[in-house]
């Protein structure tokens, strides 16, 4: 029943016309990763690799978080990984309000049928839209990474890790060290939540 609803869900997001970006994308990229999925983890917009696969992180900042999600002990087929947006910004611009508030109904359903546990944001777009969809207060990126908060649905508890996005080592390598702190983190929050995201 999920995979059938994953499956419709995607159909719905390649053939989307909700807003400009439809008209400049190759491909849309709904996210890829087991369904349902316990690890959950949210990125900005597709780039120009990504618009070209219909695949989500298989640039440059994709190969930095397998390389984060490895140092951890997780591969990428174990994680869902998708964006706040799946359309390519043209030049990679920052997505505007509108195209992001267009796309959110979709990152809605996906947390809704894949059913994760903790859900990772990368980045400042990514956190903010994820503390309000919550209703949690949101800080600066810089404040909040690499913390854990909590989150309530109708059906349970979940958590929110923030951490910072994976691009950000490209264009501010002193970055880079933070980021692996993040997955440090992260890794020791899956490993005292109790339950094995490696081995299923």
Known sequence: MKHDAVRKLSHDITTCTRCRLSLTRINAVPGEGPVPSRLFFIGEAPGKKEDLTGRPFVGRAGSVLEALLASVGLERNKVYITSIIKCRPP????????????????????????????????????????????????????????????????????????????????????????LFEDFQILGTIIEEYGRSFRHE
């Open 91 to 178: 030049e990679n611009r920052l997505p505007r309000r509108d195209e992001i508030a267009a796309c959110s109904g979709y990152l809605d359903q996906q947390i809704e049928i894949l059913y994760p546990e903790i859900i990772i944001p990368m980045g400042r777009l990514a956190s903010e839209l994820i503390f309000s969809h919550f209703g949690l207060s949101h800080g600066p990126i810089g404040r909040i990474h690499g913390k854990a908060f909590h989150a309530k649905t109708l059906h349970r508890d979940l958590l929110i890790v923030p951490v910072y996005h994976p691009a950000a080592v490209t264009h501010n390598p002193p970055i880079k060290s933070a």
